[in-house]
């Protein structure tokens, strides 16, 4: 059974870092690119960054660029995003997505159940 | 980036009736040499993470009960549940994966009438 588990959401101050973990088990980790996503009532559903799976294709969205590093560690099975300078709209729920296969041309076939982020003094 | 537009915002169906919910893109996730669209749908129940029903804009994910059909291609996509049942009770997102970031629709709020 495919599971994905996020870790590592909290109440942070602005300006401050998190690093987010996503375990992944029930399938192989290496043969799929992997994403996060999160959402806000305000602005739904976001595309955050993506990796493939031999940490090739390193992506962001423009609003990250410079503050979040998007990782993985295939011998642990593990997807990371260290999130750095952290603004109050960065608040939201952090879901880590696999991709269908190895590269940014497919569906998001496997969700976690999110780590929510709240950034606030 | 590909902006995706649903509609309506949201939709009241009594059960058993038909729901059918629009997609449309601001250019076309067909690529110039596949015959595949780049288009998902997705279902989100309150408290839990997106559901993939659709890929492909018309493959149905396993497991995902046949009522839920996708179509369209180019700019133009339709999720349509045939006989709407209690359980279908959810937000439903688009999402292209042709090119740039991944976009998703703003989603569709499905209530029984």
């Known amino acids: 059974e495919v599971q994905l588990l996020e870790s590592g959401g909290g109440l942070v101050q602005p300006g401050g870092s998190l690093r987010l973990s996503c375990a992944a088990s029930g399938f192989a980790f290496s043969s799929h690119a992997m994403s996060w996503v999160r959402q806000t009532p305000e602005k739904g559903l976001e595309w955050v960054s993506g990796i493939g799976g031999r940490n090739q294709d390193i992506s962001y969205v423009d609003s990250v660029k410079g503050r979040f590093t998007i990782s993985r560690d295939n011998s642990k099975n593990t997807l990371y995003l260290q999130m750095t300078s952290l603004r109050a709209e960065d608040t939201a729920v952090y879901y880590c997505?696999?991709?269908?296969?190895?590269?940014?041309?497919?569906?998001?076939?496997?969700w976690g159940r999110g780590t929510l982020v709240i950034v606030s003094s | 980036d590909i902006v995706l537009t649903q509609s309506p915002d949201s939709l009241a169906v009594s059960l058993g009736e038909r729901a059918t919910i629009n997609c449309r893109s601001s250019?076309?996730?067909?690529?110039?040499?596949?015959?595949?669209?780049?288009l998902a749908w997705y279902q989100q129940k309150p408290g839990q993470p997106p559901k993939l029903l659709i890929y492909w804009a018309s493959t149905r994910e396993s497991g995902v009960p046949d009522r839920f059909t996708g179509s369209g291609t180019g700019t133009d996509f339709t999720l349509t549940i045939s006989s709407l049942q209690a359980e279908d009770v959810a937000v439903y997102y688009c999402?292209?994966?042709?090119?740039?970031?991944?976009?998703f629709g703003q989603g569709t709020t499905l209530e029984i009438k």
């Open positions: 999402q292209q994966y042709l090119s740039g970031p991944a976009t």
């Open positions: 997505a696999r991709f269908r296969g190895d590269s940014y041309g497919y569906d998001f076939d496997f």
């Open positions: 250019q076309s996730v067909l690529p110039s040499s596949s015959n595949w669209n780049r």
